[in-house]
């Protein structure tokens, strides 16, 4: 395939620079214009409103791995990778209602810390290091590789250029102003996502021959969001009962998904600015998976899927146009870098380094050191992201999908514990969160490496792995809790009454479950 660079004229430069000129602008203004040094750095002055609150989480949800693998997926088996944006929606509605009220209530910066006021500084200890691995590994090192992997489809340089470049773009935001920037900029991003990404459908569409020949060009079942249990890839059974434990970790429990919503005004705009993402991702269908079905039916012979989305960019947007996919591949990194680098500044500052190494530390001294763990985390980011390159014969969005289920089983079993059930015990969630994650973990490297599938057929497919160890899990936790005399903490200050939703908020979740129930029908034909 033919790198984008040799397509590039005068026009795409002018375009690039004037974004990058705006983007600059934007992220100046809310990292220093009136603002006092750093108090924007974690939860961005408690200012945000529901529109920052939605682009920001979908801005931090949509990774260069999302252009790449839904495409990929979309021109392998059609439009079953939309469930795992339009089913989210569950999940989305049981952190707005019912998580997101206890961590505004709570007054927490941190998910550790929210943990920590529920079963004490040992579970906050805990949690707080397992949150920094997972942000270093499955956020910032495979996020940063799926960018340079793009960067290099367009540009044709060498990886390590690629990723350098785009972690220290994307670490400037993070680093100057944090939360607030980010999300400042992350609207203006994800506008432009939306239109570039449209616009690359509608071309695609019409070169296909409209939209009816696009629904009858492609295979039988591209078309269908469940398939049939026998299905290998994705069986319904999988995706029921297996995304959920996945779901309910990324959504509720992830440190750079929830920052923004504790970043809020207040409850309503938190709560408006998740039912607005979940609706956001009902785009994910036009925007990122149909492109790849547009690829099948334009360009069925391709050696690698993964080269769909790029494949159709090089193929279709006419000279000039090429400027503007450059600028859609700097709003997805900047969005989904920026947040992890600044829930990884978050968490080791607010929970390890005030916690634990230095209780007495001045305002500068915090802001100093989540500074200071930014730059630590692009250059760790950097390093793992060279490391997977090295790595043959990857398909990302497996693997993506695959870390976190083995990853989210202790988190679901936790946090759900920890809401939904007052007998739970600190020595029951620790035990989770340690020796179950290990037993996690443990089944996931031997199911990825040491016995993987493909040699060993009497796996079952992953999602459902992660359903079994989920109920293994609660079980234990549960047993533990029953037989354990010690007396948890109040999830909740004690007379800190939860605030109930307003009728706003009601409406508009109502109206995302009816259209969602809708678009279920109308894709499988019931």
Known sequence: ???????????????????????????????????KEGENLFLAGKS????????????????????????????????????????????????AMVFAPRYLASKVT???????????????????????????????SLG??????????????????????????????????????????????????ILVSLLLTIIGINKVGGISALFHKAPAGYWNLIHPATDAAYPWPAILLGYPVSAIAFFCTDQAMVQSVLGARNLEQGQLGISFIAWLKILSLPLFIIPGIIC????????????????????????????????????????????????????FTTDIYAKKINPGATNQQIIRTGRITI????????????????????????????????????????????????????????????????????????YLWIFPKDQYPVWPHYLL???????LLLFMAMSISLVDRTSPKAAVVQGQALARPTSLVWISWVALVIVMIGLYIFFNGF
């Open 296 to 347: 099948f039916e334009l360009f069925p012979g391709l050696h690698d899927p993964s080269e769909a989305y790029m494949t159709l960019v090089t193929n279709l947007f006419p000279a000039g146009l090429n400027g503007l996919v450059i600028v859609v591949l700097i709003a997805v990194l900047v969005g989904a870098i920026g947040s992890s680098l600044n829930a990884l500044s978050t968490v």
């Open 110 to 140: 941190t998910m550790p810390e929210f943990m920590g006021q529920r079963f004490g500084d040992g579970t906050r200890n805990i949690l707080a290091w397992y949150a920094l691995i997972k942000i270093l590994i499955s956020w910032l």
């Open 375 to 446: 730059l630590a985390g692009c250059l760790f980011a950097i390093g793992m992201a060279i490391a997977i390159d090295s790595i043959k014969g990857l398909n990302l969005f497996d693997v993506f999908q695959a870390v976190l289920g083995f990853i989210a089983p202790s988190l679901a079993v936790v946090f759900l514990l920890a809401v939904f059930w007052k007998p739970a015990s600190r020595r029951a969630v620790n035990f989770t969160l340690s020796w179950g994650s290990a037993i996690s973990l443990g089944v996931g490297i031997c």
């Open 48 to 95: 945000l409103n529901w529109y920052s609150v939605g682009f920001n989480m979908w801005g931090t949800n949509v990774g260069p791995s999302m252009l790449l693998a839904f495409a990929s997926i979309g021109y392998s088996t059609g439009i079953v990778a939309g469930n795992f944006e339009w089913y989210a929606f569950v999940f989305l509605f049981l952190l």
């Open 144 to 193: 940063l590789f799926a960018g340079g992997f793009l960067v290099r489809q367009i540009l044709g340089i060498p990886m390590w250029q690629s990723v350098i470049a785009l972690v220290l773009f994307a670490g400037l935001f993070a680093f100057a102003g944090g939360l607030k920037a980010i999300a400042r900029v992350n609207v203006f991003q994800m506008i432009l996502l």
């Open 465 to 471: 792995l992660s359903f079994y160890i989920f109920l």
């Open 1 to 35: 395939m033919n790198h984008m660079l040799i397509q590039l004229h005068t026009i795409d430069y002018v375009i690039v620079i004037a974004y990058l000129l705006v983007l600059l602008v934007l992220g100046y203004r809310a990292s220093f214009k009136g603002q």
